[in-house]
């Protein structure tokens, strides 16, 4: 069957978009398999034993996206009722928050400017008393900050969370989706993040590139549960092995080259606030993700994300006049010069109207 072409020359849309390597597409086919919702498939379980072991956490369990690995997280840690607390601008908050409903929680957004929840209003916001109005379920923070332009929390900034939770009885979440991406830019294992949160999520499918998947993670009573509970959302997946090859590579391979990423999103900001130092209010990226700010209002994203389309080159537009951008595998040197390129054009067929 013939590939598709792909949609841009230069997709700069999401680190999503990656495709399997070689070496995965080799495990893949190779992989022994089992049934998952039976015995166990060996492969899914030795993805489940690589993460465990490379973030120190008791357990794993294989999920299909990082979106169930968050809910899963909410519903096998909440005993009743109660609320969840985590940042305005965080994933669970915006992207995921139809989950509240499934999980009959109620999520509260706290303020996280730069993607760090204001320690002041969560310890405000916190009441573990099991007959409060609404007794704090749990707590969930992000690392790295996806609206907040992949910003990094140290495992310090993570331990003073952690400690405060414990504090209160409350258990902590951490949506890793891009933890790894977290630990290269810090330079510290990843185990060094996840000693500082309870349980966490990471994804195998954005910058390890692997095709489907995230590792839910944490204390095995807590697995069990989230493992009963992913068969109730219908996430029991037979043959999974197939998938969970691929993340094995990922979690073996695939971690230490994100520093290309995180470099080569330098070099397109650089670009960028050479071209016209007004769209660079913002610092340098920690990371792969960087957001730049090229008008006043939503149109104006738009406008430039069409624009940028015509030329090649995919971005999302994120707001009020904010494009993000996210450096991946496939974006080399040249696709930072060819994207700059499209960025200069748009710049001066705008200035020309
Ligand atoms: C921070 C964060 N958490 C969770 C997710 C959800 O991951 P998935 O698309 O695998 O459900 C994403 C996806 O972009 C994300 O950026």
Known sequence: MPALPPPFAVDLRSDTVTHPTQAMRQAMAQAPLGDDGLEGDPTVRALEETAAALLGKPAGLFVVSGTMGNLL????????????????????????????????QHYRGLPDPGGRLDPQALAEAIDPRP?????????????????????????????????????HGVPLHTDGARLFNAAVALGVPAATLAAATDTLSICLSKGLS???????????????????????????????GVIAAAGVVALQQMVERLADDHRRARALHA?????????????????????????????????????????????????????RLVTHRHIDEAGVAQALTAFAAVREARMGR
Request: aromatic fraction near 2%; hydrophobic fraction near 50%; include cysteine.
């Open 73 to 104: 997280a909410v519903l096998a840690h909440a005993r009743g009722p109660g609320e969840v607390l985590a940042g305005a601008g965080s994933h669970l908050l915006n992207a995921e928050r139809a989950g509240a409903a499934l999980a009959g």
């Open 131 to 167: 007959t409060g109005r609404c007794p704090t379920a749990l707590i969930a923070l992000e690392n790295t900050h996806n609206a907040a332009g992949g910003s990094v929390l140290s495992a310090a900034d993570m331990g003073a969370v952690h400690a405060l939770a414990r504090r």
């Open 210 to 240: 692997a095709p489907v998947g995230a590792v839910l993670l944490g204390p095995a009573d807590f697995i069990a549960r989230a493992r009963a509970l992913r068969r109730v959302l219908g996430g029991t997946l037979r043959q999974a």
């Open 271 to 323: 670009g960028l606030c050479a071209l016209d130092p007004a769209w660079c209010d913002t610092r340098p990226p920690a990371t792969n993700l960087l957001r730049v700010r090229v008008g006043a209002d939503s149109a104006a994203a738009q406008h430039w994300e069409a624009a940028l389309a015509a030329h090649g080159v995919g971005v999302r537009a994120a707001g009020a006049g904010w494009l």
